[in-house]
C-alpha cells in the first residue's frame, strides 16, 4: 500500500509562491499517475494538475495554467507543485493522490484517484 504525505503548505501573499510537496512511500509509482486536488471550505474538491510518473505528461486545470509546475523526482519518489503568482482564490487544502493508469490518462475526476495524502493547507492573502 503507497503511503503519500504532502507538505510544503503555509501563508504567502498574493503574487508570491509556494512549492508543495508530495512524497510517496510503499511502492515505486511507475504506472501511476499522480494528481495534485485542492478543496476550498465550502466547494467541491477540484483538479489542479497531474502527472504521469512513467512517462512525464501533464496536465493542468485551466485557472492554474501558467502559473503551477508540476514535477517529479524519482530519485526522491516525490512530486512536487511549484505554485507561483498565488492568488487569495487558490487558498484551499492541497491533497495529491495516485491513479493507477498505465497508458497516462491524467484524469481531473477526484473518484478516478486512490491513496489520498492528508493534506496541506495553503492559505494566500491579498
Known amino acids: 500500500q503507497v503511503q503519500l504525505v504532502e507538505s510544503g503548505g503555509g501563508l504567502a501573499q498574493a ?18 499517475v499522480v494528481g495534485w486536488f485542492r478543496q476550498a471550505p465550502g466547494k467541491e474538491r477540484e483538479f489542479v494538475a497531474a502527472v504521469f510518473w512513467s512517462g512525464g505528461n501533464t496536465r493542468y486545470a485551466d485557472s492554474v495554467k501558467g502559473r503551477f509546475t508540476i514535477s517529479s523526482d524519482k530519485a526522491k519518489n516525490t512530486v512536487f507543485l511549484q505554485m507561483n503568482n498565488l492568488k487569495p482564490e487558490d487558498t484551499a487544502i492541497y491533497y495529491c493522490a495516485l491513479d493507477y493508469s498505465p497508458l497516462g490518462r491524467t484524469s481531473i475526476t477526484p473518484s478516478d484517484y486512490n491513496n489520498w495524502g492528508q493534506g496541506t493547507q495553503v492559505t494566500i492573502s491579498s
Open 15 to 32: 503574487g508570491g509562491s509556494l512549492r508543495l510537496s508530495c512524497a510517496a512511500s510503499g511502492r515505486t509509482l511507475s504506472g501511476y
